[in-house]
């Protein structure tokens, strides 16, 4: 029976979740209920999450596989490096104004694209028109040549494990492998102290809810509609009289910027960022996470990222030979059982058990038949 609060459940679980991230995990570690390295690991799940919707924004609802999104993810958290690394000033190893990798590779002045990192303003622009900037070369490129399905992904990939080569070079003098660390200060906060931790879980929460309820609001409206109709058969789409390149380039800048929000959130947490973050295994993980949690339903990303998270800190730790194992194991089971992840797991087993209930209505009325033509 079908009633207006069963038609709200969904939203109600979404919105007690949404509280308790943003409002209760928080306090109960200003009470000290939990610790500052349990909150902390969880602002990175949750900078996980986001990168988790912006690949599920692009794959699950348009179709398009991504393999280069921990690309966006990484050059958001950079161009917040970049701030947080000029904020060290003369507390670094060397005493010096310049960070210390530059110092240690002979630089005299800084690069003149470093200053305007001055600015927190500038740096947190940056975040969102680089990678948007880049998403949007690469997509008018790519959708303009019609190109889609695997191709597309081998070339997000190409794309991705380019740039981390470049940036293992240090082409764009960004600390070359080393990357950025040892950050001090935020907005003039000390970036170790408990209350800017707090403070920096509480900014992740906060995004994931609203970058949720913004990737919502837009699949479910007639853009969204036009989103999935891409998915399913973009020859219709184009048939219709929509141009499908353009709503497909205005997709993969918007998932690009979505992930290097996540990526901006994720460096004064973890307190580094270097070239590694965006290697091709980082753009697969996600991949996963999306696939375990529920491809095409924005929640089940998230949950799949805190699950698959949770689970890779437990076994790198008891099981640290067989952590790649474990993961691949995973997708490769809900490959081939929970085609749905695990948001559609309990419909998958409600459809189980009303199968077997079919099968024995219709075996006992088989039998009622047959007894019935016996008497006969």
Request: proline share 4%.
């Amino acid at each position: 029976m079908n009633t207006p609060l069963a038609g709200k459940t969904p939203t109600i679980l979404l919105a007690a979740l949404a509280l308790f991230l943003v409002v209760v995990m928080p306090a109960l570690n200003a009470s000290g209920a939990i610790s500052d390295f349990t909150l902390n690991t969880w602002g990175k799940y949750l900078c996980y999450a986001i990168l988790a919707i912006a690949v599920d924004f692009l794959w699950g609802y348009t179709g398009l596989l991504c393999l280069g999104q921990a690309l966006f993810f990484s050059l958001g958290g950079y161009m917040l490096g970049m701030h947080l690394m000029l904020m060290i000033g003369k507390l670094g190893q060397y005493k010096s104004d310049l960070p210390d990798f530059m110092v240690f590779l002979g630089y005299k002045d800084l690069p003149g694209f470093w200053k305007p990192f001055y600015s927190f303003p500038f740096a947190s622009a940056m975040v969102l028109l680089v990678p948007g900037l880049l998403a949007g070369i690469f997509g008018y490129l790519a959708f303009r040549s019609r190109i889609k399905g695997v191709y597309f992904s081998i070339l997000t990939q190409a794309l991705t494990y380019g740039a981390a080569l470049m940036f293992f070079r240090n082409e764009f003098k960004m600390g070359g492998n080393n990357g950025f660390t040892d950050f001090r200060f935020i907005l003039g906060a000390d970036i170790r102290a408990e209350d800017t931790k707090r403070m920096l879980y509480i900014a992740s929460a906060v995004a994931l809810v609203l970058i949720f309820m913004g990737c919502r609001w837009l699949t479910k409206s007639r853009f969204g509609l036009i989103q999935r109709a891409i998915r399913d058969s973009e020859n219709r789409v184009l048939f219709s009289g929509y141009s499908a390149a353009n709503f497909k380039l205005f997709i993969f800048v918007i998932s690009g910027v979505i992930a290097a929000i996540g990526g901006a959130l994720y460096v004064p947490q973890v307190g580094i960022i270097n070239p590694s973050e965006m290697w091709m295994d980082k753009s697969l993980e996600a991949v996963v996470w999306v696939a375990v949690g529920g491809r095409g339903t924005l929640y089940g990303p998230i949950l799949g990222a805190i699950v698959v998270n949770y689970l890779k800190s437990w076994a790198t730790t008891e099981f640290p030979d067989y952590w790649l194992i474990i993961m691949g194991a995973s997708f490769v089971v809900v490959v081939l059982f929970m085609p749905k992840g695990l948001v559609g797991l309990p419909g998958q087993i409600r459809e189980l058990m009303a199968g077997r209930q079919r099968r024995r209505i219709a075996a006992a009325e088989d039998e009622l038949l047959t007894s019935a033509a016996k008497t006969k």
